[in-house]
Nanobody
């Protein structure tokens, strides 16, 4: 069974940092692009950042450029999202997903991606 499990969410003050992890089981991430997505209450799910399987190319939404960094450790079958300078508007449930699309396409059109995690809640509040 293909599974992705997110962890690392929690409550953080504005300006703080969190690192989210996305661990795969039942398959190897080596051949998949991986993306991070988020959904805030009352809003549609949006692509935050995606990374390719091969050359490490990345895509970031404008709202997180310069603050978030996506990385992957194929030896650990895990992808990370380092989130710095967090803002209240970053509050959302964060999901990771795997697919064979290029990272930009994956982030821009997340509707039918192959594997999804269950999500982890990030709350940015003082």
């Amino acid at each position: 069974q293909l599974q992705l499990v997110e962890s690392g969410g929690g409550l953080v003050q504005p300006g703080g940092s969190l690192r989210l992890s996305c661990a795969a089981s039942g398959f190897t991430l080596d051949y998949y692009a991986i993306g991070w997505f988020r959904q805030a209450p009352g809003k549609e799910r949006e692509g935050v950042s995606c990374i390719s399987s091969s050359d490490g190319s990345t895509y970031y939404a404008d709202s997180v450029k310069g603050r978030f960094t996506i990385s992957r450790d194929n030896a650990k079958n895990t992808v990370y999202l380092q989130m710095n300078s967090l803002k209240p508007e970053d509050t959302a449930v964060y999901y990771c997903a795997a697919d064979l699309l290029p990272p930009q396409a994956m982030c821009v059109m997340p509707a039918d991606l192959e594997v999804w995690g269950q999500g982890t809640l990030v709350t940015v509040s003082s």
